[in-house]
């Protein structure tokens, strides 16, 4: 299997994406540069985190029109995975491939630390691995991840069940101090109607080696190579 992890000028989850795949699994990993027009027969795109442009105008704004993102795009189309991380995640909701937008956090910082989610479900394939209400670690880095919506969406969302990861406090934290960003719904992580494009702000990239601390993002890799490497 194949993973294509698109760079952006600005892009600085690339890397990690790209050992992620080669390292913890395996399996085979390109760049793609964002002035392509060949995904190099990606099964999987990456769509990492970063800083996309400098997110002039707004954050994943400009790295829409890019023109690797017409390729991106029809692969999502086809029903190709497409794995939105941070950055990515702006830059999906941007290109329509998601709903909704992510905006400044409330507190007006940027914020990077370990923060708890929960799993909501386990129905997708990027999730397989996990168990539903499971809670997991990982580490997030950005200024503007507050997911947000209009009430129908919401609504939508939460009846499709497509809202995949929440932010969830643990047992000694204040339960207002758990959401980073103030995400509407405390909405971490949500999937396409289609099922196959998959937005985040933590980073699994980033959690995949048990050295480095704990490797919670893993099954989702391997949830992703479960599902697709058939």
Sequence with gaps: MKFGVVTFPGS?????????????????S???WHKDHDLQGSDVVILPGGF?????????????????MQ?????????GPVLAICNGFQIACEAGLLPGALLRNASLKFVCAPIGIRVE???TLFTSRYQRGQRILLPIAHGDGR?????????????????????????????EAYNPNGSMHDIAGI?????NVLGMMPHPERAVDPLLGPADGLPLFESILQRVAV
Excluded: K, M, W
């Design 12 to 28: 600085n989850g690339d890397y990690d994406a790209y050992q992620a795949a080669c390292e913890a699994l395996g399996e085979e």
């Design 30 to 32: 390109v760049f793609l």
């Design 52 to 68: 996309s442009y400098g997110d002039y105008l707004r954050a994943g704004a400009i790295a829409r029109f890019s023109p690797i």
């Design 71 to 79: 390729e991106v795009v029809q692969h999502a189309q086809r029903g």
């Design 121 to 123: 479900t386990t129905d």
């Design 147 to 175: 997911y947000s919506a209009d009430n129908q969406t919401l609504e939508r969302l939460e009846g499709e069940g497509r809202v995949v990861f929440r932010y969830a406090p643990s047992d000694l934290e204040a339960e």
């Design 191 to 195: 999937v396409s109607e289609g099922g």
